[in-house]
């Protein structure tokens, strides 16, 4: 593995994780839910009276980016998949995050904060998954 050092973005990535974090906090200290963002989604399906909290976290996961093309410009992203391949893998991420009781937003940064020994083992378990299944499309398969 090689470093593109000039495309090597530290303060942004600080800043993001910053973010993130603050945004973690704000929802805890503000209406004492976790920032699990399969959670706050399913919560919506079907709608329940808490669908207000919910509409407003995901909009402001949406408007984000349009608040960051403010500051610097946003990064060219590629995807080297197609449809099928990209269904799949949403269905896969979905059927994993209902079976690990959340996603990693939820695990891994509200979980592991708080000491969650179950959150850890989620967080490990959702980073060796993404190593094998990186490891077998690339040199398995040979996608």
């Excluded at 329940?48 to 919910?54: E, K, M, P, S, T």
Aim: charged share 10%; proline share 3%; with cysteine.
């Amino acid at each position: 593995m090689t470093i593109d050092w000039a495309a090597f973005t530290p303060w942004t990535a600080i800043a993001g994780g910053a973010l993130i974090g603050a945004a973690a906090v704000l929802l805890m200290l503000g209406a004492g839910r976790i920032a699990g963002i399969s959670g706050i989604l399913g919560g919506l399906l079907p709608p329940d009276r808490h669908a207000g909290w919910r509409l407003v976290f995901l909009l402001g996961l949406c408007v984000s980016p349009w608040l960051y093309r403010l500051a610097a410009a946003l990064p060219v992203v590629t995807i080297d998949a197609g449809t099928g391949r990209l269904i799949a893998a949403g269905l896969l991420v979905g059927i994993g995050t209902r079976y690990a009781s959340g996603c990693t937003s939820g695990h891994g940064v509200c979980g592991l904060s708080r000491g969650s020994r179950r959150s850890l083992v989620a967080t490990a378990l959702f980073m060796a998954a993404g190593f094998v299944t990186v490891y077998a499309v690339r040199h398995v398969i040979g996608a």
